[in-house]
T-cell receptor, first 115, second 115 residues
Framework: AQSVAQPEDQVNVAEGNPLTVKCTYS??????LFWYVQYPNRGLQFLLK??????LVKGSYGFEAEFNKSQTSFHLKKPSALVSDSALYFC?????????????FGTGTRLKVLA | DTAVSQTPKYLVTQMGNDKSIKCEQN?????MYWYKQDSKKFLKIMFS???????INETVPNRFSPKSPDKAHLNLHINSLELGDSAVYFC??????????????FGPGTRLTVL
């Protein structure tokens, strides 16, 4: 069965410092991995995805994520956090096998960037 | 122009009532979804349609019935509303057939409160 875990409910980071939001997954076949961000009272917005190719994926707003197959991880990173990055971040996975068309979302990690 | 729109944005109703939430996308996408986000922000897929055909039907009570009159619309009807149905319901859409890994675009959400 597919699953995705975001082990931290909340991550606090000072503005200007690098940030990491963790995600690990479990799927059969090759994984398709996504990061979304949700601002208060808004829908989810796409940040980036890994389908195949380079393990380091660059996305919107200066975010990037690294796919690590051996550790089954897809951590979200940003070199220098902004207060405006404060939001709820969701990792999602879709398996590559036939019939596995569901997108499974993690429980979300609240990022707080402190001025 | 709103890509994925939902109506209403807020819905407050009494237990036992029947209500509908509408979703429309103007992106020309082939696949649409309904998700439920509970009070802890956990996001779970409910249904998915591809070209008006139901392709994902999670273990959702049969009081919930999706309807897709055409490719651009996916409505959600809920009978005999219960307190536990209170949540934010998100519609999403994307290009391609069920095996596509294209990005999902989310609507702004409908906050349903059952009293």
């Amino acid at each position: 069965a597919q699953s995705v875990a975001q082990p931290e409910d909340q991550v606090n980071v000072a503005e200007g410092n690098p940030l990491t939001v963790k995600c690990t997954y479990s799927v059969s076949g090759n994984p398709y991995l996504f990061w979304y961000v949700q601002y208060p009272n808004r829908g989810l917005q796409f940040l980036l995805k890994y389908i195949t190719g380079d393990n380091l994926v660059k996305g919107s707003y200066g975010f990037e994520a690294e796919f690590n197959k051996s550790q089954t991880s897809f951590h979200l990173k940003k070199p220098s956090a902004l207060v405006s990055d404060s939001a709820l971040y969701f990792c999602a996975v879709r398996g590559g096998g036939s019939g596995t068309y569901k997108y499974i979302f993690g429980t979300g990690t609240r990022l707080k960037v402190l001025a | 122009d709103t890509a994925v729109s939902q109506t209403p944005k807020y819905l407050v109703t009494q237990m036992g009532n029947d209500k509908s939430i509408k979703c429309e996308q103007n992106l020309g996408h082939d696949t649409m979804y309904w998700y439920k986000q509970d009070s802890k922000k956990f996001l779970k897929i409910m249904f998915s349609y591809n070209n008006k055909e139901l392709i994902i039907n999670e273990t959702v009570p049969n009081r919930f019935s999706p309807k897709s009159p055409d490719k651009a619309h996916l409505n959600l009807h809920i009978n005999s509303l219960e307190l536990g149905d209170s949540a934010v319901y998100f519609c999403a859409s994307r290009w391609g057939d069920p095996s596509s890994t294209d990005t999902q675009y989310f609507g702004p959400g409908t906050r349903l409160t059952v009293l």
